[in-house]
Every structure is written in structure tokens, then in C-alpha cells.
Nanobody
Framework: VQLQACGGGLVQAGGSLRLSCAAS????????VGWFRQAPGKEREFVAG??????????YYADSVKGRFTISRDNAKNTVYLQIDNLKPEDTGVYYC???????????????WGKGTLVTVSS
């Protein structure tokens, strides 16, 4: 599975962005896809995940982003989106999408990673 993330940019606080993660490869419909972010000087952290659609497609969020981040999956386009609303300066960082066959959102359990897309939020 190959992942390609895009959609980052420079946004003012309070604004919105939609990140996209396009998946390709024969097994792309059989993986859960998550978004992680790495803020400057910090460890990479999980922010949101979308489970496999035919298993229910459940969504998961880190407590710190609930209410502002929305993950969705368009199976026809093999794309997972991360809608980020009411952006805050602390949302600044590189956002990565990752995919896993396993039932865990632990970074170590991800099987595939895309290159990151930079989100910068100005105050």
C-alpha cells in the first residue's frame, strides 16, 4: 500500500483545512488508516483513525482533537480525509497518514506511512 498525503498549508488560527491521504495498492481497502502529527520538538502522536469500512468503519480520535477534527473515508476514491476546524497554533506540525492491518493505533503497529504534509497555524 502506498500513501500520499496532501492538503497542508499556512492558515490563520480559527481557520480550517482538509487533509487528504490517497491510498493505492491492491490491499488499500483492507487497511485501517490513521493520521498522526509531529509538532516541532515533540514526539509524533496519533490524532485520528478510520477503521476498515466492511468492518464498520469506526472512527477514533485523540482526546485533544475531539470536536475539531473529523476523519472520513471515501472508498470509491481510496482516500481518507482529515477535516480540521477551528485551527489553533498548537495544531502546527507535520501530519502523516499511516495504514495498518492491525487493531491498534500505536505508531509501532502501522504497516505503511506516507510522507507528511506541513500544517502551520499562525496566531
Amino acid at each position: 500500500v502506498q500513501l500520499q498525503a496532501c492538503g497542508g498549508g499556512l492558515v490563520q488560527a480559527g481557520g480550517s483545512l482538509r487533509l487528504s491521504c490517497a491510498a493505492s495498492g491492491g490491499a488499500s481497502s483492507s487497511v485501517s488508516v490513521g493520521w498522526f502529527r509531529q509538532a516541532p520538538g515533540k514526539e509524533r502522536e496519533f490524532v485520528a483513525g478510520a477503521g476498515i469500512s466492511w468492518r464498520g468503519g469506526s472512527t477514533y480520535y485523540a482526546d485533544s482533537v475531539k470536536g475539531r477534527f473529523t476523519i472520513s473515508r471515501d472508498n470509491a476514491k481510496n482516500t481518507v480525509y482529515l477535516q480540521i476546524d477551528n485551527l489553533k497554533p498548537e495544531d502546527t506540525g507535520v501530519y502523516y497518514c499511516a495504514a495498518t492491518y492491525r487493531s491498534s493505533w500505536s505508531e509501532a503497529m502501522m504497516d505503511y506511512w506516507g510522507k507528511g504534509t506541513l500544517v502551520t497555524v499562525s496566531s
